[in-house]
């Protein structure tokens, strides 16, 4: 069975750092693109960053761009995610998924996806 599963989610002041982790299992991890996406209630969810199979290519979006850095060992099947000067507007559950062709203006979100972890950046 294809498992994903979020973890080191928490409490985060305005400015404080995070890591979250992804660990996986039941697919070749080290040939699939990976990324994060986060969910906020009732304002549906969003592609935060994704990475290239190999690790030499990744993407961000516009709001995390120089504050979120997005990572994976293929070696222990795990994504990472470091949260930055993180921001009120971070707060969400973030999860896991596969993507097809991070690369590429069209990348989209694959088959796989994961249990998510809650982020919650307050004072």
Known sequence: DVQLQ???GGDVQPGGSLRLSCATSGFTF??????WMREVPGKGSEL???ISSGGDTAYYRD???GRF???RDNVKRTLYLQIGSAKPEDTAEY???SIIDCSTSGRSIGNFEGQGTLVTVSS
């Open 6 to 8: 979020a973890s080191g």
């Open 48 to 50: 935060v960053s994704c």
């Open 95 to 97: 999860y896991c998924v």
């Open 30 to 35: 080290g040939d699939v693109d990976m990324g």
């Open 69 to 71: 850095t997005i990572s």
């Open 63 to 65: 709001s995390v761009k």
